[in-house]
């Protein structure tokens, strides 16, 4: 993935560790000369769910390359944490909200062309156009019915490690490895570590690559 997410994942480090003072409603007690004021007690907010919009796009033109290749599929991690096919028409658009667990977090789209067999991606020449458009957007949010700025990736900020051209001398290192061609993908992925001051994210845990080398397409 020609770039990687590790600045973003820095900002959401510090949206899940801020923290707010509670309001003692105890009566004050007046500070004896010299004495220092006492720490309030802190509440750290705790991270709940990552909420995701995945968006993938393609011409009438590329959808027709996709056709001399093999069948276009759009596969993207749901709200239970699992990794979903569908057949990629064109258009793909999907909200949804994945809880975080003790465990952390992983949201992932690609868009992959399942070839036909060897020969077909053979004969299609040297290289072509399968230019896929996609966004892929997430906010924190904490159960305190608040959440974090939205971060976007797109393929047109040349995210989501963008592969316009299909060329065959790819096969091994995309359909080996992904199952398919890949014009598409991108991955946010974050564990949770749990200490006696509160809860803190670190990450990434994985790349998009190896996210979608860990859930290869199988037929």
Same mark, same amino acid.
């Given at each position: 993935?020609?770039?990687?997410?590790?600045?973003?994942?820095?900002?959401?480090?510090?949206?899940?560790?801020?923290?707010?003072?509670?309001?003692?409603?105890?009566?004050?007690?007046?500070?004896?000369?010299?004495?220092?004021?006492?720490?309030?007690?802190?509440?750290?907010?705790?991270?709940?769910?990552?909420?995701?919009? +995945?968006?993938?796009? /393609?011409?009438?033109?590329?959808? /027709?390359?996709?056709?001399?290749?093999?069948?276009?599929?759009?596969?993207?991690?749901?709200?239970?944490?699992?990794?979903?096919?569908?057949?990629?028409?064109?258009?793909?658009?999907?909200?949804?909200?994945?809880?975080?667990?003790?465990?952390?977090?992983?949201?992932?789209?690609?868009?992959?062309?399942?070839?036909?067999?060897?020969?077909?991606?053979?004969?299609?020449?040297?290289?072509?156009?399968?230019?896929?458009?996609?966004?892929?957007?997430?906010?924190?949010?904490?159960?305190?019915?608040?959440?974090?700025?939205?971060?976007?990736?797109?393929? /047109?900020?040349?995210?989501?490690?963008?592969?316009?051209?299909?060329?065959?001398?790819?096969?091994?290192? +995309?359909?080996?490895?992904?199952?398919?061609?890949?014009?598409?993908?991108?991955?946010?992925?974050?564990?949770?570590?749990?200490?006696? +001051?509160?809860?803190?994210?670190?990450?990434?845990?994985?790349?998009? /690559?190896?996210?979608?080398?860990?859930?290869?397409?199988?037929?």
């Amino acid at each position: 993935m020609k770039k990687n997410l590790f600045w973003v994942l820095a900002a959401t480090l510090l949206c899940g560790i801020l923290t707010t003072s509670c309001e003692k409603k105890t009566e004050e007690i007046p500070l004896i000369p010299g004495q220092e004021e006492p720490e309030k007690p802190e509440k750290t907010r705790k991270l709940e769910s990552l909420s995701v919009k +995945y968006e993938a796009s /393609a011409s009438e033109e590329v959808q /027709a390359n996709y056709q001399q290749v093999g069948t276009a599929y759009v596969r993207y991690v749901d709200a239970t944490g699992a990794v979903k096919d569908e057949l990629f028409t064109g258009s793909f658009t999907k909200a949804i909200d994945i809880p975080i667990t003790e465990s952390g977090v992983d949201a992932a789209l690609q868009v992959i062309i399942v070839p036909k067999n060897d020969f077909d991606i053979n004969s299609i020449g040297d290289s072509l156009n399968v230019s896929t458009n996609m966004t892929f957007s997430f906010a924190v949010n904490y159960d305190d019915d608040t959440c974090s700025e939205t971060f976007v990736f797109s393929t /047109a900020k040349k995210e989501c490690a963008p592969m316009p051209f299909l060329r065959p001398s790819n096969y091994s290192r +995309y359909v080996d490895r992904f199952g398919g061609f890949v014009p598409a993908m991108v991955q946010l992925g974050f564990s949770i570590e749990k200490t006696e +001051y509160g809860t803190s994210t670190t990450g990434p845990i994985y790349s998009a /690559a190896t996210f979608w080398r860990d859930n290869a397409y199988k037929k």
